[in-house]
């Protein structure tokens, strides 16, 4: 990849997407800034993203119906009239919603490859993809245009290692994709679930018995090495109980570990001084 195309894809992106306030770059977007009626405006069928929460588009639209669409779009133009959005698709939707007719946009001649990196760096650079979302906008930019995933590394700011291992994600069965699209399994349980012998199975025990990642990575290192007790240990009801309690006597954090038939722990958290010195009193010991 040329050096153009790395500048392009780092910092360039500011210019492209309409972020960059040089002198330059500012004469350029009032040049190339309209107002279009909302109806001519189209979807990117190319867009990494593909889910939008349903609360966020109507938290938006809510703000757009009292300030209106401040940030503007950036498009290119379509060969069978109007433009597709570039960048500023979840914008779109909300103001659809809020009702406006014209929305500000910054119009760009883009080729279908500027027009998926684009989209793929603005919306990572604004967490607004889902791990699978992300991942095939990986798979797209390395199959359809050649990036090595070092390059993609460099453009997006994330190391190699977060790249190799975001695209193994899309080897996992399509059930446990499912849930890993929905939001039922974070990115970090996901990470667990890539080398597993049967994924589906230990995603569906993380989800029911509502493990950590911790407790998830546990579980895959148990399953591994074919341990009996697969499953993190779990508090039992009455010790969740009594630990409701204590921090409620106390008005602190109380954390009661059990470490099976060998002891265990019972940990007070404190924020300040003044209440690390209120323990020492409740427990009855003279400071020195």
């Known amino acids: 990849m040329s050096q153009v195309q790395k500048r392009r894809l780092g910092r360039g992106l500011a210019a492209l997407i309409g972020d960059d306030t040089t002198e330059e770059a500012v004469v350029q977007d009032i040049r190339s800034l309209r107002h279009?009626?909302?109806?001519?405006?189209?979807?990117?069928?190319?867009?990494?993203?593909k889910r939008f929460a349903e609360e966020d588009l109507e938290t938006l639209a809510n703000s757009l119906r009292t300030r209106g669409l401040l940030q503007p779009l950036v498009v290119r133009p379509r060969p069978e009239?109007?433009?597709?959005?570039?960048?500023?698709?979840?914008?779109?939707?909300?103001?659809?919603?809020?009702?406006?007719?014209?929305?500000?946009?910054?119009?760009?001649?883009?080729?279908?490859?500027?027009?998926?990196?684009?989209?793929?760096?603005?919306?990572?650079?604004?967490?607004?993809?889902?791990?699978?979302?992300?991942?095939?906008?990986?798979?797209?930019l390395m199959e359809q245009y050649g990036h090595t995933q070092q390059e993609l590394a460099d453009a997006v700011g994330k190391s190699r290692s977060h790249i190799a291992n975001t695209i193994r994600l899309l080897t996992l069965p399509e059930e446990t994709l499912e849930k890993i699209a929905d939001g039922r399994l974070s990115p970090g349980h996901a990470r667990t679930l890539i080398v597993a012998a049967e994924p589906e199975n230990l995603a569906n025990q993380i989800i029911d018995h509502k493990l950590t990642v911790r407790q998830a990575e546990e579980l895959a290192r148990n399953v591994a090495n074919g341990s009996k007790s697969t499953l993190p240990h779990q508090k039992d009801a009455d010790t969740k109980a009594f630990e409701k309690k204590l921090t409620e006597s106390l008005g602190l954090t109380v954390t009661i570990k059990h470490k099976d038939k060998v002891g265990g722990q019972v940990v007070i958290a404190y924020k300040t001084l003044d209440q690390f010195d209120e323990i020492v009193k409740k427990l009855g010991v003279e400071p020195r």
């Not at 500023?88 to 103001?95: L, P, Q, V």
């Open 36 to 49: 279009v009626p909302i109806e001519l405006l189209y979807a990117n069928p190319n867009n990494p993203r």
């Open 81 to 140: 009239g109007g433009f597709e959005i570039v960048a500023g698709e979840r914008r779109w939707r909300a103001s659809q919603r809020a009702g406006l007719h014209e929305l500000p946009v910054l119009v760009r001649e883009l080729d279908d490859k500027a027009t998926l990196e684009i989209a793929l760096i603005e919306n990572i650079q604004r967490a607004d993809l889902n791990p699978l979302e992300e991942a095939r906008a990986y798979r797209q």
